[in-house]
Structures are given as C-alpha cells and as structure tokens.
C-alpha cells in the first residue's frame, strides 16, 4: 500500500506553526508497515486542494487528510473531498449527540449553524470519533482509493488516529528497525567499505545516519513478528560486522550499541554500574560538559561523587595538586599534563576510575597545537592510559562534545576489558 499525507491549512505553509503531525503519521505508518511516498502541504483553498487530490489519486492508495474539519469558513477539507469523489455530507449521528451535549453543558457557549459541520462526514465514510474534540474524523473508500480524513489539532489527531484508524488500516505485517551504532568511523568511510551491500540491498534495508561524532545503520524491515525480523537482521548484521574499516580494524570493534537513543555515555555508565566501579573527571577544555553528561543519567550518585573543572594552568596545580613547575614545563595540552589530571583526581576522590580532559577548542591554537588537539587520560590503581585524539575541523562546541564521547568510549574499552 502506497500512502500519502496531504496536510491542509494556510498556517502551515506560512511558517506559523510546523506540521508535526504529517512525522506523526509518517511513523505510525511504517509501523503498520504501511509505505509513505509522499507529504504535501496544501493552504485553504479549494480549487487547489482539488489540484492535490487529483494528483494523489492518480500515484496513492491510501490518502490521509489533516486539518481543515473545523467549524469556520476557512475549513473545508470534507466540503472539498466531498466534491471530489461526488459525495454528498451527511450528518454522523454520534457526532451530533455529542455536539448536543457539548453544547447543553455550556449555555454561555452561542450555538452557531457552522457548529454543524464538525458532526458532517463524507456519506458513505466510516466515522472516527473524536474523543477530545468535536470535529469527526472518517475513512472512505472511492475509486480503489482510501481517504481519510483527520482533525488538524494534534491532541484531537493522536488519539484518534492510535484508537480509531490503526485497527482499521493493520495489515497484520509490521515495520520493525535495529539500529547499529559505531564510533570511530566518519560516516562516508562506513558508506565506502559497505557500498555493495548498500547498493545490493532488498529486505532487510540499511539506511547510514551521520550524527555528531557518531554513525548508526538502521535496518529495516516487514515481519510478521519481531522473531521473525530479528532472524533476518541477524544475517545482515553479521554480514556489516565482518567488514574492516580502511586501516584494518574490524567494524564489530567499533560497533558499540543498539537503539535510537543509546549513547557512548548511556553504554559507559551501565558497564560502570554493573562493575560498581567508582569514577571521577578532571576537566581542562570541556569544562565540566563530561561530569554534566554522566550526571544526567538517574543513579549516578552510586558511581561519581564529584570531580573538578580546572581550566587555568595555576587551577590544575592548585586544586589537583601537580606542581605549577611540571605543567610549565610539559605545558597544558600534553599527555603527560592529562595523565597527572586523571591521577590526582582518582587519588583525591579515592574513587576507582579517573578521567581526565584537556586540549584545544579552538579557533585559535594553543602552545603550538592546533584546534582540536584533544589528551584524554584514564587512571585506574594499576596503570594511566592516554590517548591522543585530532577533532580538526569541527567548532569549539563539537570539538569539546566529541572529546566526551572519545572518553566514554575509553571507559568502554576499559571495562569491557574486566
């Protein structure tokens, strides 16, 4: 089934509100396993919405109307598809009852004849009640085509869509997703190394998604059941994971979690809780953004007792207690001012981990380093690693987001080595 959204309202096209409910419908869709070719947004007018519905009949199966079933003069979606299909209106009798009883709780209220034509429906439709507002929505096939109609407020427009629409339109398969997230790899390298498997793709399908720092493939795909599409994702996923990136490196190492809203940090302060391992920071560039981050997640008073934003050199010797003469002399943005960071801060929090960030955000250079020279260090009771890390090209706000995420990562590493 080919579907399309046509959202109907002036306001719409001149920016005043946004047409949140076409992605609404969008996602609802493809769970049903339903496929959306097209969106279109169209004023209120009725020579043009007639323009619209023309060409939607023509490419669509299914054709789902937002907007415009109010009571002014200016709503006239079902007056249009009425016209369209050479329907007349007629009154929907729930509808009606319950614009009687609206009205007849609230005798301040003015019953207008307008009123009316929020209960009308396209005759023949099969009504959708509204349960939070007035205006009934309806479905009618004509032609070899469904349309339905919906009321444009989104708090009228969910609910009937979840209660009403979606078990008239279940096709039994659904659309189920399993997002692959990799850190490590730009995501036109991760594009390049699986072009063929890109280019070959039917069922499941893989779609890359490049986000700050990180890059995802959704696959996707219709089953009957989520065993059956987690069969078929195993396959492809398997496939992905045997490739290597351009140096060598196997895609399964850089490969760190699944789900639209998984994160380095999410993964990293689960392995923290799991191994009940303690952790601090040191923060030089990013300015606390690392404590912030893992302070954001509920629990974390059970793995990070505090920590210390240290932008100044004279503030890493005093509240750190290095001596000012070793960071003069090995300067701030070193491996071995980040390896001291990540030391004393362990050792003054007496906690089990400690890590540290300094570098350069830019734009402008520091002690002969360039914007997005980034020294991370991780300090445990038995050894300090430190990692170098290049963010050029990025701005102040990236460079100091993508070096957090360089340190969850390290902390990853690290305990995925217990």
Do not use: C, W
Request: no cysteine.
């Amino acid at each position: 089934m080919k579907a399309e959204i046509i959202a109907v309202g002036t306001e719409i096209l001149t920016g005043q509100i946004v047409n949140t409910n076409a992605q609404f419908l969008s996602e609802k869709l493809a769970s049903l396993g339903v496929d959306v070719y097209f969106q279109t947004a169209v004023g209120d007018n009725e020579n043009r919405l007639l323009s619209v519905l023309e060409i939607a009949k023509e490419r669509s199966d299914l054709i789902i109307l937002t907007g415009g079933l109010g009571p002014t003069e200016d709503d006239l979606t079902k007056q249009t598809l009425a016209k369209f299909v050479g329907r007349d209106l007629s009154f929907d009798p729930a509808a009606v009852e319950k614009l009687d009883r609206f009205f007849a709780s609230r005798p301040d209220y003015a019953r207008t004849p307008n009123n009316e034509r929020q209960a009308q429906l396209v005759t023949g439709s099969t009504p959708l009640p509204n349960a939070t507002g007035l205006a009934v929505g309806g479905l009618l096939e004509a032609d070899g085509v469904t349309y339905v109609v919906l009321p444009g407020p989104p708090s009228e427009l969910k609910p009937m869509v979840n209660n009403e629409l979606v078990p008239l339109l279940s096709t039994g398969q659904k659309l189920y997703s399993r997002v692959l997230r990799f850190f490590g790899i730009g995501e036109s390298q991760l594009v390049t190394i699986l072009a063929e498997m890109i280019d070959q793709q039917s069922d499941p399908t893989i779609a890359p998604y490049a986000k700050t720092g990180e890059v995802t493939l959704r696959l996707s795909t219709k089953a009957l059941s989520q065993a059956e599409a987690d069969a078929k994702f195993e396959v492809v996923e398997k496939e992905i994971l045997a490739h290597k990136t351009f140096e060598g490196q196997p895609l399964s190492e850089i490969l760190y979690g699944y789900g639209d809203d998984n994160s380095l940090a999410q993964v990293a302060f689960d392995l923290l809780k799991s191994q009940t391992k303690t952790i601090s920071a040191a923060e030089s560039l990013t300015a606390g953004l690392f404590q912030a981050t893992l302070a954001d997640f509920a629990g974390a008073s059970a793995i990070f007792s505090g920590g210390f934003v240290t932008y100044s050199m004279e503030e890493k010797s005093r509240m750190l207690d290095i001596p000012l003469g070793e960071l003069e002399q090995h300067g701030v943005v070193s491996a071995f001012t980040a390896g001291k960071m990540a030391e004393q801060a362990r050792k003054l929090t007496e906690s089990d981990l400690a890590v540290s960030l300094t570098g350069v955000a830019g734009p402008d250079s520091l002690e002969d380093h360039p914007a997005g020279t980034v020294f991370i260090a991780l300090a445990s009771e038995s050894e300090t690693e430190i990692i170098e890390v290049n963010i050029a090209g990025r701005s102040r706000r990236d460079v100091r987001k993508i070096a957090v995420m360089h340190a969850f990562n390290l902390i990853r590493k690290t305990l995925l080595k217990n």
